[in-house]
């Protein structure tokens, strides 16, 4: 094997829920990303950490049952395995205790292609407490390769497992358990002399894997014309798995020893609610309810202290800072700006707290398992709830989680209109419109405010659907949808690694916004500062009014296509920086109006609530507010998520589509709306 | 069919039991082999299974 100066990489792999994530984070304390790196577009996490005075890095791969993938999830992991081989010193399998025959399938898989890997039994306390005892050291001698034993949620054996791959212990197999079929025999064997490939099991995994796994191409001009024809992958595949397991079922007869019957008791107790008929369903709205609930008036407090702070920071800013534009610039633009983002981080921290929470306990599983049948009649899969759910949160990583789902068509139906869905960066638009146009009053107990609010998260999902359905009719069907998915018991989600986790989240989308929005925010004010030239000598104008800044100059050149809609010049200038991020509406407008000094004075909602057109009439009337409130539902307004839809559909036509589509939707449900109610 | 049926352990030979059907002819809630494995597949996934009543 080839080693590479910096070979102290290690793969994490292993079944989904077998507690990767947990020995994961227990092995890195030191540094922790999500997200890309090194070229490779795999959503895993990497992380790093020290022991002995060297530094190893941590790749935390897609969970997968086996090498032939069946999702873009599974086909990362593959291609990433396979291709990088160079670069990692070994690969550490984890299994559970509860599921080793499972787990063992994908570990013979990597052992038979030469890769070097160690093994980590982890659970086994879970194993021994339903009477099922694992011989180790029998298992070590039978699959030949080195175990370590861990109890990942009670720490125990990282520091070992830091140890055993310190001193590299990782097997690379010689020998190949896999027994080729007679079927196939001659014609592996012709490959292997003719390509003097020495592993057998990899010219069968080419023989057998349909895409990822390195082409049929490669070794067909070895093959002849009838050998070819006969060639059914997916056959192939299945004659491997069932081969493999009767051999699995042999090694576990000799190593496993358990007391007759064992039941999950607590998972097939909560199932009996939670799966059904009628009120798993009542369950779930429940739980969707109490978070939606939780999100507004638990995070009330901590919204309110953190929008004193930015007042408090504002004024201080106005007092102690010299007189002039910078003085505005700051303590009217920027801080109000990102006091504006910052003062919703309460609300996404416990939207995003609660989803993690729901999917670590193993519910979302089940979520899925009652929502597939009503998902399918519009294009999506049961698995497309995830992603919805968590678009409600923010679109991205809900994207991204798209990667599971097997059907080519469902997952890009899902990505497209996931962003219909409610995403906190609505949340600061939504809020003050619903601030300034709905009234005060109360409804069996529910204010207005919070039904308007419930309202646009309907809207949202209901237009998801509704694109869906269009979708559906438009895009090509290719390949076999298909449900399948694992149901893991029930589990404690681990709160700490939870809030970590949100808490990283939150930061990542305030330093994301925030770096939007003050960059914005030195933009917008200036094109405020600056007008056109009044006098000869100037090429333009500076220090100017409001009304004859440049900035008014572009908002008011856009009034005629956006006046059908019920806006001014004002909210068109809004309207165009919230292209790139819909928060920065919110930064916009007290930038806007803060440095219009014909404004009135106070807090930016009293400000926009109390601006009046020339004829009297308010601006931010009822119909203008509600055309707002559509325009932000439909319109494609965030840079980000453009940027990964591209990177998950790696297509400029669906990318484009998904923009122009929204967008224009938009344009046309607000100018409707605003006719209508004007 | 698919071959993530058997991937998942859901071999030749096994025992298995429907525990739930989610409503209007939604998924099944399967449980099966040594491990307790549990799957949900729909309908039509399962029909590839030839199945012999153990009772």
């Known amino acids: 094997m080839q080693q590479t100066e910096n070979n102290k990489q290690i793969l994490l792999v292993g079944n989904p829920n077998v507690g990767k994530s947990t020995v994961f984070n ?13 070229g490779v577009t795999v959503a895993s996490h990497s992380g790093k950490y020290v022991f002995k005075d060297e530094e190893f890095e941590v790749i935390d791969l897609p969970g997968s049952y086996s090498i032939y993938p069946t999702s873009e999830d599974e086909a990362i992991f593959s291609k990433f395995l396979i291709d990088e081989q160079q670069n ?14 499972r787990g063992l399938l994908l570990f013979q898989q990597i052992q038979d292609l030469g890769i070097p890997i160690l093994l980590v039994v982890n659970q086994i306390d879970q194993a021994e407490r339903r009477g099922i005892n694992i011989d180790l050291e029998g298992l070590s001698k039978e699959l030949n390769v080195r175990v370590l034993q861990t109890n990942a949620k009670q720490n125990q054996g990282i520091e070992e497992l830091r140890d055993e791959i310190f001193k590299n212990s990782f097997t690379k197999s010689e020998t190949v358990s896999f027994e080729i079929p007679l079927e196939q025999k ?10 003097k490939e020495k592993n057998q099991y990899k010219i069968w995994t080419l023989l057998a894997s349909e895409t990822y796994l390195g082409k049929l191409e490669t070794v067909k001009d070895q093959m002849n014309d009838d050998e070819v024809k006969c060639l059914v992958p997916k056959r192939l595949q299945t004659q491997e798995t069932i081969r493999r397991y009767q051999k699995i079922d042999g090694v576990i007869s000799k190593v496993l020893s358990k007391k007759p019957q064992f039941k999950e008791l607590l998972t097939e107790k909560l199932d009996k609610v939670l799966v059904h008929p009628f009120w798993g369903y009542v369950i779930f709205a429940t739980i969707l309810l109490i978070i939606f609930q939780s999100v507004f008036f638990l995070a009330e407090y901590p919204m309110n202290w953190i929008s004193d702070f930015f007042l408090g920071l504002s004024s201080l800013a106005n007092e102690h800072l010299p007189e002039g534009p910078i003085n505005s610039l700051i303590a009217n633009g920027i801080i109000p700006g990102i006091g504006g983002i910052a003062v919703f981080a309460p609300q996404i921290g416990i939207l995003l707290y609660f989803l993690y929470l729901l999917e670590d306990s193993g519910y979302m599983a089940r979520v899925i398992f009652l929502m597939d049948r009503f998902l399918r009649p519009f294009g999506l899969n049961g698995k497309s709830i995830v992603p919805l759910v968590s678009g409600t949160a923010c679109a991205i990583p809900a994207i991204m989680s798209t990667r599971n789902i097997e059907n080519v068509k469902e997952r890009l139906i899902t990505i497209l209109v996931t962003p219909f869905m409610t995403c906190s960066a609505r949340l600061p638009v939504y809020s003050i419109i619903i601030g300034l146009i709905i009234p005060n009053k109360y409804f069996g107990g529910i204010s207005y405010k919070a039904l308007a ?23 090509k069907s290719k390949g076999k949808s298909f449900l399948v998915m694992d149901l893991p018991s029930y589990k404690m989600p681990l709160f700490g690694y939870d809030l ?48 004859q800044s440049y900035l008014a100059k572009m908002g008011r050149g856009i009034e005629p296509a956006i006046a059908p809609l019920g806006y001014d010049w004002k909210m068109g ?27 009135p004075e106070g807090k930016i909602i009293d400000k926009m609530r109390n601006d009046t057109k020339p004829n009297g009439e308010k ?60 | 069919m698919p071959n993530k049926i058997i ?39 399962a029909r590839f299974i030839i199945v012999e009543s153990l009772t």
């Open chain 1, 26 to 38: 227990l092995l890195c304390n030191k540094k922790q990303k999500t997200g890309n790196y090194a």
């Open chain 1, 88 to 101: 990692y010193a070994g690969v550490v399998y984890i299994l559970e205790a509860l599921s080793i025959k």
């Open chain 1, 186 to 195: 001659g014609l592996v064997f012709k490959i292997l002399t003719e390509t």
């Open chain 1, 453 to 475: 609010l419930m309202a646009m998260y309907f809207l949202g999902f209901f237009m998801s659907l509704m694109a869906s359905l269009v979708l559906k009719k438009v895009i």
């Open chain 1, 500 to 547: 970590k986790l949100t808490l990283g989240k939150v930061w990542e989308f305030i330093t994301g916004a925030g770096k939007i929005i003050f960059l914005f925010s030195i933009v917008i004010w200036f094109f405020s500062y600056i007008g056109p030239k009044q006098k000869e000598d100037e090429i333009v104008a500076t220090n100017v009014k409001l009304e």
């Open chain 1, 573 to 599: 200038v809004g309207i165009l920086t919230s292209f790139v991020a819909r928060e920065v509406f919110v930064g916009t407008m007290s930038t806007l109006y803060s440095l219009d000094e014909e404004a």
């Open chain 1, 619 to 678: 601006v931010f009337s009822f119909a203008t507010g509600i055309s707002i409130l559509f325009f932000y539902a439909f319109a494609m307004q965030c840079v980000s998520t453009l940027a990964v839809v591209y990177r998950e559909t790696k297509s400029w036509k669906w990318t484009m589509a998904q923009l122009c589509g929204m967008s224009g939707l938009a344009y046309i449900a607000s100018l409707i709306v605003y006719q209508l109610f004007k």
């Open chain 2, 7 to 45: 991937e998942m352990g859901l071999l030749p030979e096994t025992v298995f039991k429907i525990l739930y059907q989610a409503p209007f002819k939604g998924p099944l809630y399967i449980e099966f082999g040594d491990e307790k494995s549990r799957i949900a597949l729909r309908e039509e996934e």
